[in-house]
């Protein structure tokens, strides 16, 4: 799976050679951060393509396998539950296809990038290889709760390193994310702390400026990094730079410079990295695209050495006749012999759904390809509520008023039996629990003003329901 940098783990400081950023004792290299600018850039910025979406087919599970041995075994397994959220979103292009974890670092100006899941489901459980009882255990479980087909809470939990922690998603009036709080769970106490806060700020297109992450430290909260997007006036995104606040000034470590073609697709991205003392040209990377294909389907890297450029290496992205990518082909610049090598190849298999069962990985280190990893995708249909509502279920559930002075109302719409009712304060403390059926009513008096957010639970624990309130 890509390297992905969550919000859980931010605490950045700038190493001295300016190649790295440490990250809560991880070091990541910009070259990581380039290549989620380059992921991210390769595709239309204005219209994303989800040519792989289909509403009446859900991923439910996804395995890995290793091909190396004499007998392939398992690496790991995710399995996908649904209750209120219907459907797998599957961006065609993308090397994994799929992305199920909390809102990332992504360059780009729509935030819909931050506060949706690339697989919508409620909950999604992840087994690894135990590799000393060559078992899968148990390592890491998301849950996930949704308004308006965006995320309002994600919580993980991982049963190897306790890095439990919850992020909360707050929206303007045009449904603009604004705010991504995230909290950390306290093993001292075994409640959630606020740890992380990240604010965005528009422009009058509707755009991100200011993309500000800010931790909570000695009471306070102190900026730790920023990307600043700059547009045109036909909405390209010419320019990003990623910033790291050292205490007392801003320092830029990463820029990324774009052109366009006429329809608004990357062309050109040109980087200039921090290498001690300051922002010089170090990469860029040209585009190409295929009619109807959103993803650039070739990419030609070059590295700066001194005053030259070098060639560096490619990526080729090979659609079958449904216009799907069936092969991604990636390779390296070879200067002794003046070619390029190919280093890695993807082949993907699609069903009658244009949805992906089957990813198999060849790697040609040894200069022939050999099949490295099979990963396969699992699938369930299923009858929509209502064809386009993606929040077909949680409808069935209403709380009222909104704002609230002391009683909330809960009323479970053609839902039968008895639910548990979760309330948590904005600190996702959990302050009150209640068993619900039909209409009921909570009683928030003596409870301090301020957000709290509702959870409707069924007996096997399923997500039935959730929503935000306000006491004032």
């Known amino acids: 799976m890509k390297h992905i940098l969550t919000l859980a783990f931010l605490s950045f400081c700038l190493v001295a ?44 599970a996804e395995s890995s396998y290793d091909s190396l041995q004499s007998t392939p075994y398992l ?43 690339g697989v919508s489901a409620d909950t999604m459980l992840m087994y690894g290889l135990d590799q000393q009882n060559q078992n899968l255990v148990a390592n890491t479980k998301n849950y996930a709760t949704f308004s308006n087909g965006q995320i309002n ?32 769970i306290n093993y001292n106490t075994n409640q959630f702390d606020s740890s992380e806060k990240r604010v965005f700020v528009y422009n009058s297109q509707g755009y ?3 993309d500000t992450i800010f931790s909570y430290d000695l009471g306070d ?37 774009f052109t366009f073609y006429p329809d608004k697709k990357v062309k050109t991205i040109v980087f200039s990295q921090n290498q001690g003392s300051g922002l010089a040209l170090y990469s860029r990377d040209s585009m190409a695209y295929s009619a109807n294909f959103d993803y650039a389907t070739k990419n030609w890297s070059w590295l700066r050495n001194g005053a030259v450029w070098g060639k560096d290496g490619f ?6 006749p449904q216009n799907l990518m069936d092969t991604l082909t990636i390779g390296k610049w070879n200067s002794s012999l003046a070619i390029y090598d190919t280093i890695d190849v993807y082949a993907f298999t699609y069903n009658n ?43 069935l559930v209403s709380f009222f008023p909104n704002p609230i002075k002391e009683e909330l109302t809960i009323e479970l719409k053609n839902l039968k039996g008895k639910f ?28 301090p003003l301020g957000i709290y957010f509702v959870n409707i639970i069924s007996d096997n624990g399923s997500l039935i329901g959730s929503g935000k309130v306000m006491k004032q």
């Open 17 to 60: 050679n300016a190649q790295i950023i440490s990250i809560n004792g991880k070091t990541v290299s910009l070259a990581k951060l380039r290549n989620e600018i380059l992921d991210h850039s390769s595709k239309n910025q204005i219209q994303y393509a989800n040519k792989t979406t289909v509403i009446k087919q859900r991923l439910i």
């Open 75 to 117: 690496l790991d397994t995710n399995k996908f539950i649904y209750t209120g959220y219907n459907g797998s979103k599957f961006i065609n292009g993308s090397t994994d296809f799929i992305t199920y974890y909390p809102p990332m670092i992504v360059f780009g100006s729509d935030t819909n990038n931050y506060s949706r899941l």
């Open 153 to 184: 809470t994600f919580e993980s939990w991982d049963t190897y390193n306790q890095d439990t922690f919850r992020i909360i998603n707050e929206y303007n009036a045009n449904n603009k994310l604004t705010t991504m709080w995230t909290y950390r």
């Open 208 to 210: 991100v400026l200011h």
């Open 221 to 257: 909260w102190t900026p730790s990094v920023s990307i600043e997007h700059v547009f045109d006036l036909s909405g390209n995104e010419t320019q990003t730079i990623f910033y790291y606040f050292t205490g007392s000034i801003w320092i830029g470590v990463l820029k990324a410079d």
């Open 315 to 320: 990526t080729f992205r090979h659609l079958n």
């Open 353 to 395: 759904y244009n949805n992906p069962t089957l990813r198999e990985y060849y790697s040609y280190s040894t200069g022939t390809p050999q099949l490295s990893q099979k990963h396969y995708f699992f699938y369930q249909e299923y009858t929509d509520l209502s064809v386009g509502d993606e929040n077909t279920k949680l409808a």
């Open 420 to 447: 548990m009712c979760e309330v948590y304060d904005a600190f996702g403390k959990l302050i009150l629990t209640n068993q619900v059926e039909g209409r009921a009513t909570i009683n928030l008096s003596g409870k």
